[in-house]
Nanobody, 120 residues
Framework: QVQLQESGPGLVKPSQTLSLTCTVS??????????WSWVRQPPGKGLAWVGY???????YSSPSLKSRASISRDTSKNQFTLQLSSVTPEDTAVYYC????????????WGQGTQVTVSS
């Protein structure tokens, strides 16, 4: 069974870069037909898609983030990583990694989520 686990610092200062890693077990991130996404939920708000890296290695991020998000992967470790630059307190959220067979919807496996707070 596929399992996802997020890791990274829980506190980031404004203007710095947030970096999170999702470690996948029970399945390869290069298996054809899957999208590996980052999704976040700010306090008191709904889920918001951040970006994905496809099994092919192509990436796409939410236009609302204005090119601040970058997603990469390490296939030797079966991990993918989110980097979000120039963070502000509005980037405070629980960040999840998730898998789907369709871009940005229909997630069938989720990580447990990790709280990231942006504060000085």
């Amino acid at each position: 069974q596929v399992q996802l686990q997020e890791s990274g610092p829980g506190l980031v200062k404004p203007s710095q870069t947030l970096s999170l890693t999702c470690t996948v077990s029970g399945g390869s991130i290069t298996t054809n037909g899957f999208y590996w996404s980052w999704v976040r939920q700010p306090p008191g708000k709904g889920l918001a898609w951040v970006g994905y890296i496809a099994s092919s290695g192509s990436t796409y991020s939410s236009p609302s983030l204005k090119s601040r998000a970058s997603i990469s992967r390490d296939t030797s470790k079966n991990q993918f990583t989110l980097q979000l630059s120039s963070v502000t307190p509005e980037d405070t959220a629980v960040y999840y990694c998730a898998r789907s067979e369709v871009e940005t919807i229909g997630y069938d496996h989720w990580g447990q989520g990790t709280q990231v707070t942006v504060s000085s």
